[in-house]
């Protein structure tokens, strides 16, 4: 067994709204994650996946249990934690290319190196073409190839992605899984991935880890690595069993929720 | 072309109205010269150098008040919503000093700095700078933590994230204001002019009201909607071009 990249020790988290009882949103989370590992949170809205990803980024400050990163204590965010949001978080007063470009100047990378891989990660992600747009001229698919180039350009060694794919119709939403996958399958990345959609966590992540929700914990932890390769994957018949089992757990959840609700 | 000829129409049309009331001595009980003697006026105090003398002290005071207004305001505003000691120190001060009409400072602001240029920049920058600070100051504090969390997850120091994404954020909000304070800087301008001064447009107007001189008073009039119409289309696509990243 290898040495794990990222260790989740014990962590709970709470909010406290400036209105109101104070919020559990993480109850005594432990996760392991081993180097090149592509892993999913699952859960359903509001069960603390987002809070846990961004108590790994540094994000939130973590105040119960500890989180290590390559061994050290994380306390603050850094360029080794890649993070895609949910609603891109481009800057909207730069262009496709400086928004690529921001992350590779703070690391003061030389300008000619600098330009050649912002280049080349603007055509990977197929942007080509788009480099002197603004992001209000892009489509939501676009702006969100460019927030991926844009992280992966700076090369951490972990990428952090918070439902990056939530905001796209679902046609474009499925090739940026495969292009995802691709990414991932050909450069030595860790990748923590948030959704709340089963068939997307079964089919990128090597291991998906089932949240439950008020407080979130973590429920189960699923296998799904198998080759994803194949391009009838979604009616291959593990992969549809792994779907199965892993709505028949969600779907506990959810319901289990609404019930806390109420 | 044609278009700017036809949004403009409505003006010749006054300009016609005004000249044929006038001359056919309808309007005979208002003092009031008729436009091509306004025009006339105008040209004799342009090539005297009467008007470009005084329209030029008059730029300077307005420029350099609202200069300095733009850097202080500025400055104070996005510091307000950066640091918040100095929201604390400055937010009560402002919210008192706001609602006050600048031009009651007329006076005061002679008192300290005499009849020159001290006391006409001083009050500009002192009435300007406050729609400048509360822009910048809204418009920062509007800034998303979301950015500011990609900027400092790919780097970014404070002072960097400052720089990079707090300015920028509050740019719109910003040049709001400064539109704000161009229009009123004018205000200022000529008030302060007219009543504690011996040079400049507002002076002028001042005058040659007082003495009768109604043609060259009219056509300085004229000059100061002018330069202050020039002024606000300047700064708006100035505006237009350093916000064409919106949408």
């Known amino acids: 067994m290898n040495k794990p990249q990222i260790v989740v020790d014990r962590v709970s988290h709470g909010y406290r709204p400036a209105h109101g009882r104070p919020v559990r949103a993480l109850e005594n989370v432990s996760l392991e994650v081993q180097p090149r590992e592509f892993v999913a949170l699952l859960g359903p809205s509001g069960c603390g996946k987002s809070t846990l990803l961004y108590l790994i980024g540094g994000f939130l400050p973590t105040e119960e249990g500890q989180i290590l990163v390559d061994g050290s204590k994380v306390t603050r965010p850094g360029p080794d934690r890649g993070i895609v949001f949910q609603h891109f978080a481009l800057f909207p007063w730069k262009t496709v290319r400086q928004n690529v470009l921001y992350g590779l100047e703070r690391a003061g990378i030389k300008r000619a190196e600098r330009e050649e891989r912002a280049r080349n990660y603007i055509a990977l992600v197929g942007l080509g073409g788009f480099e002197d747009s603004y992001p209000a001229q892009l489509s939501g698919g676009m702006k969100q190839r460019a927030a991926i180039a844009r992280t992966l350009a700076f090369d951490p060694g972990i990428l952090l992605m918070d439902e990056p794919f939530g905001a796209l119709d679902s046609q474009t939403r499925s090739l940026m899984q495969t292009e995802l996958l691709g990414i991932w399958q050909r450069s030595p990345k860790t990748v923590i991935f948030v959704t709340h959609d089963v068939q997307e966590a079964v089919y990128l992540a090597g291991r998906v880890a089932v949240m439950s929700a008020r407080p979130g914990q973590i429920k189960t932890i699923v296998d799904t690595s198998f080759d994803k390769n194949d391009p009838h994957i979604h009616k291959a018949k593990v992969f549809v069993d792994k779907v199965d089992e892993l709505w028949t757990l969600v779907r506990a959840e959810a319901i289990a929720a609404q019930g806390a609700h109420a | ?247």
Not at chain 2, 57 to 73: E, F, H, K, N, T
Not at chain 2, 169 to 175: F, K, N, T, Y
Request: glycine share 12%.
């Open chain 2, 1 to 247: 072309m044609t278009r700017t000829a036809h949004r403009y129409l409505p003006l010749l049309l006054l300009a016609l109205l005004w000249e044929a009331a006038t001359r056919s001595g309808l309007a005979a009980g208002l003092d009031l010269p008729p436009i091509s003697d306004v025009f006339a006026a105008w040209f004799q105090m342009v090539r005297s150098g009467e008007l470009i003398g005084n329209g030029l002290d008059s730029l300077y005071r307005a420029g350099a008040g609202l200069g300095l207004a733009i850097a202080v305001g500025g400055f104070a505003g996005i510091f307000m919503a950066w640091f918040r000691h100095v929201h604390v120190f400055l937010g009560p001060l402002i919210e008192i000093f706001y609602p006050l009409p600048k031009s009651a400072l007329i006076p005061v602001t002679a008192f300290w700095l005499g009849f020159g240029d001290g006391s006409k920049i001083l009050l500009i920058f002192l009435g300007c700078m406050l729609p400048v600070t509360i822009g910048a100051f809204n418009g920062a504090r509007g800034s998303e933590p979301v950015l500011l969390w990609s900027a400092r997850g790919m780097g970014a120091s404070r002072i960097r994230m400052l720089w990079d994404v707090v300015v920028p954020s509050a740019l719109p909000e910003l040049l709001g204001g400064i539109r704000t304070a161009l229009a009123l800087a004018f205000v200022l301008l000529v008030t302060s002019e007219l009543i504690s001064s011996r040079q400049g447009l507002g002076f002028m107007i001042g005058n040659f009201g007082a003495g009768g001189v109604y043609d060259a008073m009219f056509a300085t009039v004229l000059t100061v909607a002018l330069l202050g119409f020039i002024a606000d289309r300047t700064f708006l696509r100035i505006m237009r071009w350093a916000l064409r990243w919106q949408e």
